[in-house]
């Protein structure tokens, strides 16, 4: 779908967004009005369908709208939300996923003026070849496939023209977003979201940002056998325009078609480079969602998409390890102690130390106990809705805490990472794999000793 103009004031985007929210109020008020002639099951199923049509609306509304209102849908897009009944879960994610995979399109005529003004030249000049049709399209920008005059095959990240207002536009309107997706979602703290979103959204807009943030995670990863990030053609990016080599692949949707022991490795990779990153490097993607990577044909897995990006000093690394290895080790008291030093707890009297203790298992037991684990959407769930909803018991019970600044982007990657891997079904023993970082242990599978055997090569 083809889209001339995209509304960038806040007027003209208020006004489409209190459109979306009128009509699925008024639908979930006549969905209550007819709960009350009908039995109880009639009534959940017709709560399951709107759903389903509130999914619609969105996918509609949103992804024409660019900016931090798509984001916000992307982002929920492959949390496997629990709200939806199990009989229309795969319907609605499947809506949902077209916000990250079919955004609608920008006119080839408006991205080349983008491209020409930033470049200063008309556009056969720059390239010797330029497919006119995008291979992808996000939030604020398409990308499509071209060729260097010296024969080099390179994907061009194209800012949508506009972006830039109209993401300003969707900020001053965040209330209104954020009561449209909690109508969505209401066992999700949607607020966090948003906030998280608030945060890094305008990082994405500079892509000479993002070339840099991409240019640091291709040296540490050049030559690794198994993850690829694609190099920066830093000669023909700028502010709006971003060109990297092309690479070519696998989408999730195909990955998660294939065979176990398929799936399992690429799910370890995944859960390598987001985590790996972090602990090793202190420097990560935070947006580990479907759409920002590929598998290629000789098994390794390219990595895209470095906009959303955190870097934090090695004391945040450690500290966090920390909780991890007092955890595991059983210590509530201690845990307990390095937390409240930490700044999670204001103050630790409120919480007797095996509560806490508790806690932390529910959370992250999946990479903290020993033991293979298939991850599934449900249980990406679970620990999303134990974290956030506010009816839950872990909430209420943390619910006079905030987390420091320096550790929420961590657990979004985290969390949105064992989102990726449950929608693959992948099994694996994540704890011995998570020791390699969380205690130096010695790598148990064959991808872990292929990564070892690079960073002792490289020094890392």
Same mark, same amino acid.
């Given at each position: 779908?083809?889209?001339?103009?995209i509304?960038?004031?806040r007027?003209?985007?208020?006004?489409?967004?209190?459109?979306?929210a009128?009509?699925?109020?008024?639908?979930?008020?006549a969905?209550r009005?007819?709960?009350?002639?009908?039995?109880?099951?009639?009534?959940?199923? $017709?709560?399951?369908?709107?759903?389903v049509?509130?999914?619609?609306?969105?996918? $509609?509304?949103?992804?024409?709208?660019?900016?931090?209102?798509m984001?916000?849908?992307? #982002?929920?897009?492959?949390?496997?939300?629990?709200?939806?009944?199990?009989r229309?879960?795969?319907?609605?994610?499947?809506?949902?996923?077209?916000?990250?995979?079919?955004?609608?399109? &920008?006119?080839?005529a408006q991205?080349?003026?983008?491209?020409?003004?930033?470049?200063?030249?008309p556009?056969?000049?720059?390239?010797a070849?330029?497919?006119?049709?995008?291979?992808?399209?996000?939030?604020?920008?398409? &990308?499509?496939r071209?060729?260097?005059?010296?024969?080099?095959?390179?994907?061009?990240?194209?800012?949508?023209?506009?972006?830039?207002?109209?993401?300003?536009?969707?900020?001053?309107?965040?209330?209104?977003?954020?009561?449209?997706?909690?109508?969505?979602?209401?066992?999700?703290? #949607?607020?966090?979201?948003?906030?998280?979103?608030?945060?890094?959204i305008?990082?994405?807009?500079?892509?000479? @940002?993002?070339?840099?943030?991409?240019?640091?995670?291709?040296?540490? *990863?050049?030559g690794?056998? =198994?993850?690829?990030?694609?190099?920066?053609?830093?000669? @023909?990016?700028?502010?709006?325009?971003?060109?990297?080599?092309y &690479?070519?692949?696998?989408?999730?949707?195909l990955?998660?078609?294939?065979?176990?022991q398929?799936?399992?490795?690429?799910?370890?990779?995944?859960?390598?480079?987001?985590?790996?990153?972090?602990?090793?490097?202190?420097?990560?993607?935070?947006?580990?969602?479907?759409g920002?990577?590929?598998?290629?044909?000789?098994?390794?897995?390219? =990595?895209?998409?470095?906009?959303?990006?955190?870097?934090?000093?090695?004391s945040?690394?450690?500290?966090?390890?920390?909780?991890?290895?007092?955890?595991?080790?059983?210590?509530?008291?201690?845990?307990a102690?390095h937390?409240?030093?930490?700044?999670?707890?204001r103050?630790?009297?409120?919480? /007797?130390?095996?509560?806490?203790?508790?806690?932390?298992?529910?959370?992250t037991?999946?990479?903290?106990r020993?033991?293979?684990?298939?991850?599934? /959407?449900?249980?990406?769930?679970?620990? &999303?809705?134990?974290?956030?909803?506010?009816?839950?018991? *872990?909430?209420?019970?943390?619910? *006079?805490?905030?987390?420091?600044?320096?550790?929420? =982007?961590?657990?979004?990657?985290?969390? @949105?990472?064992?989102?990726?891997?449950?929608?693959l079904? $992948?099994r694996?023993n994540? *704890?011995?794999i998570?020791?390699?970082w969380?205690?130096?242990?010695?790598?148990?599978?064959?991808?872990?000793?292929?990564?070892a055997?690079?960073?002792?090569?490289?020094?890392?």
């Amino acid at each position: 779908m083809a889209r001339e103009d995209i509304p960038t004031s806040r007027v003209g985007r208020s006004a489409t967004i209190g459109r979306l929210a009128a009509e699925t109020a008024a639908k979930r008020f006549a969905t209550r009005a007819a709960n009350v002639t009908r039995g109880e099951e009639a009534s959940h199923e $017709a709560l399951a369908r709107r759903h389903v049509e509130t999914a619609e609306q969105i996918v $509609a509304v949103l992804g024409t709208m660019k900016g931090a209102a798509m984001k916000l849908g992307q #982002v929920m897009s492959f949390l496997d939300v629990g709200f939806v009944d199990e009989r229309y879960r795969e319907e609605f994610q499947h809506k949902l996923a077209e916000l990250r995979d079919s955004a609608p399109t &920008v006119p080839f005529a408006q991205m080349r003026e983008v491209i020409e003004s930033e470049r200063g030249e008309p556009l056969q000049q720059t390239f010797a070849e330029f497919d006119p049709d995008p291979i992808a399209a996000a939030s604020i920008g398409q &990308v499509y496939r071209a060729r260097t005059p010296a024969g080099r095959a390179v994907a061009v990240k194209v800012q949508y023209p506009g972006a830039a207002s109209a993401v300003r536009a969707d900020l001053q309107n965040f209330g209104m977003l954020v009561r449209l997706m909690g109508r969505m979602a209401p066992e999700l703290d #949607v607020q966090a979201i948003a906030d998280e979103v608030r945060e890094r959204i305008s990082e994405e807009l500079d892509y000479e @940002l993002e070339a840099a943030n991409q240019r640091a995670i291709a040296r540490l *990863h050049a030559g690794h056998p =198994f993850i690829v990030i694609p190099e920066v053609v830093e000669s @023909l990016s700028g502010e709006r325009v971003l060109v990297t080599d092309y &690479v070519d692949g696998t989408g999730f949707e195909l990955v998660k078609e294939r065979s176990a022991q398929e799936r399992n490795r690429v799910a370890e990779i995944i859960f390598r480079f987001y985590f790996g990153c972090m602990y090793r490097h202190h420097q990560f993607s935070g947006d580990p969602h479907p759409g920002n990577f590929l598998v290629q044909d000789d098994g390794r897995v390219a =990595f895209l998409d470095f906009g959303l990006f955190k870097r934090i000093d090695r004391s945040v690394a450690e500290f966090e390890l920390e909780v991890a290895r007092l955890g595991i080790a059983g210590d509530a008291q201690g845990f307990a102690e390095h937390l409240h030093r930490g700044g999670f707890l204001r103050d630790p009297e409120r919480y /007797p130390p095996q509560q806490l203790l508790e806690q932390f298992f529910d959370l992250t037991w999946w990479y903290t106990r020993d033991g293979e684990v298939e991850l599934t /959407p449900e249980i990406a769930t679970q620990i &999303v809705i134990d974290m956030s909803d506010p009816r839950s018991r *872990h909430y209420k019970q943390m619910r *006079h805490e905030n987390l420091p600044p320096d550790h929420l =982007f961590g657990r979004r990657t985290e969390t @949105l990472t064992l989102a990726v891997m449950g929608q693959l079904r $992948a099994r694996g023993n994540w *704890h011995q794999i998570a020791r390699e970082w969380i205690f130096r242990d010695p790598p148990t599978t064959e991808l872990g000793r292929q990564e070892a055997a690079f960073y002792g090569a490289s020094g890392a």
